[in-house]
């Protein structure tokens, strides 16, 4: 109890001040430097520099349209002789931000509403009615079951249902890919982009590309690195995957767009990055339900009415387009922001120094007794030193026994008299938080320093 009242008593009765001691020492003068210029190293290079820290940024707002070009030819016993083109494989016709390119299907032609067996599996087959219960539609099932078991072919049976007839049977997904050919098909991606903050735009189609460029011109990292044409297959290669694997199931292809502009230059500067990646996941070891598939039909009445479709269940490859990126300018707030931050972190080499020096060198002692000086109050000093002079007992009965005009003496007088004693108790954990955080601030705002100086040689 008697140590508690004694912390906050001294919590609350005594106050610290900064006191500078310059200790002529090489190997604390050299660690000390040393820190101060790794921390100058990092605030000028790395924040000043790289990260470019005497900036305002903004992130960027963008519009993308997307225009595919390509034409094939597919000549099939089902389909027969036919020509694709971007009506065909494109589809739905516009999307935000991406577009899907069909590049394999499975097709069943000539549908119409009525009754049909189902497509055998396990809980398709059976052997009586008994075996199919009426009304069921399964999540899985081509329509309505209606109870009855029929022939499938000529050596299976299955359960008939209500539903567009002939059923879908889509075990076998053709290979290679129906529209293999769609590697060579070509994409035109028009970006425009938005900074608010700094009212600038400007769109991925520079001043510089004219109407004859655009239409011969392909994107190559190395010879046509801002050309707004993508081929296919070279976009999927850029990915590190093959066009003819992916186009066979399907899949998803990302077109990264990086716009990082610095707008202390001229505007000539801010230009696009390109980069690809496929942004489905694909495990080799767990390859259930992959690629990227949808449904779609064409529907028709022949000329008596009846009503038809043709169904297609369509793989392929939907290119994603996303823009990202940041713009940075000029402004004086974030500069002096860093700037004072960076001042501040200086004095993280006068803590590690004071550190050092009062706990782990050998004379550590010697350096706090010097660094730390221990005062009375004023009004009882000099009350004492009255009272000593002219012969009364040392102790105080009362400070407000002490008057004016019985304190004669100065701060002057107190700092050169022995009234200033060296106590040797340990200092309060208190005590020492404070001076740290003092130190980060006195050891760079204060001009002078302290006549006391320590030679090298008690440096331990």
């Not at 990092?42 to 992130?59: A, H, L, M, P, R």
């Not at 739905?92 to 032609?109: C, D, G, K, L, Y």
């Not at 701060?411 to 938080?433: D, E, K």
């Amino acid at each position: 109890m008697a140590g508690c009242c004694a912390v906050l008593g001294a919590f609350l009765f005594e106050y610290d001040t900064p006191r500078i001691v310059l200790i002529r020492s090489r190997k604390v003068g050299l660690m000390n430097r040393t820190v101060q210029l790794l921390i100058l190293a990092y605030v000028i290079g790395w924040v000043f520099v790289w990260e470019k820290g005497y900036q305002e940024t903004d992130s960027v707002v963008s519009s993308v349209t997307v225009k595919a070009k390509g034409v094939t030819m597919t000549n099939t016993s089902k389909l027969g002789f036919r020509i694709w083109d971007v009506a065909d494989y494109v589809i739905p016709a516009q999307e935000e931000n991406s577009v899907f390119i069909m590049t394999n299907m499975v097709i069943t032609m000539n549908q119409t509403q009525g009754f049909c067996p189902e497509i055998p599996g396990k809980t398709t087959m059976c052997e009586t009615d008994a075996n199919c219960t009426a009304g069921s539609a399964g999540t899985h099932s081509s329509g309505v079951a209606t109870g009855r078991c029929v022939s499938f072919n000529g050596t299976l049976k299955t359960c008939e249902v209500a539903a567009w007839c002939p059923v879908e049977d889509d075990t076998e997904v053709p290979k290679p890919a129906f529209l293999k050919a769609a590697e060579n098909f070509t994409l035109l991606v028009k970006n425009n982009i938005w900074y608010p903050k700094f009212n600038f735009s400007k769109r991925n189609i520079l001043p510089n590309i004219t109407t004859a460029y655009l239409k011969t011109c392909i994107y190559d990292a190395k010879t046509d690195p801002f050309c707004p044409i993508f081929r296919l297959g070279k976009i999927v290669e850029n990915a590190g995957h093959s066009f003819q694997d992916i186009a066979t199931e399907g899949g998803i292809m990302g077109i990264q767009i990086k716009w990082n502009c610095n707008l202390d230059r001229a505007a000539s500067f801010c230009l696009p990055r390109y980069s690809f990646r496929r942004l489905d996941t694909r495990d080799t070891a767990h390859n259930v339900s992959p690629g990227y598939n949808f449904r779609f039909a064409k529907y028709y009445s022949d000329p008596n009415g009846a009503e038809h479709r043709t169904l297609i269940k369509a793989y392929g490859i939907r290119f994603d387009i996303i823009v990202f990126g940041k713009a940075g300018k000029f402004d004086i707030i974030p500069t002096m922001i860093n700037i004072g931050s960076g001042l501040a972190l200086l004095g993280v080499a006068t803590v590690l120094c004071d550190v050092i020096v009062l706990y782990c060198m050998k004379k550590r002692y010697y350096y706090r007794e010097k660094k730390y000086k221990y005062v009375e109050d004023y009004e009882q000093v000099g009350c004492l030193l009255n009272s000593q002079q002219a012969g009364r007992p040392k102790r105080l009965t009362s400070p407000a026994s002490c008057t004016s005009s019985e304190n004669p003496v100065h701060l002057g007088v107190l700092s050169t008299q022995a009234v200033t004693h060296h106590s040797h108790h340990p200092l309060h954990f208190w005590t020492i938080c404070t001076n740290i955080c003092f130190m980060l601030f006195f050891r760079w705002t204060h001009p002078l320093k302290s006549s006391l100086i320590l030679n090298s040689d008690v440096s331990g």
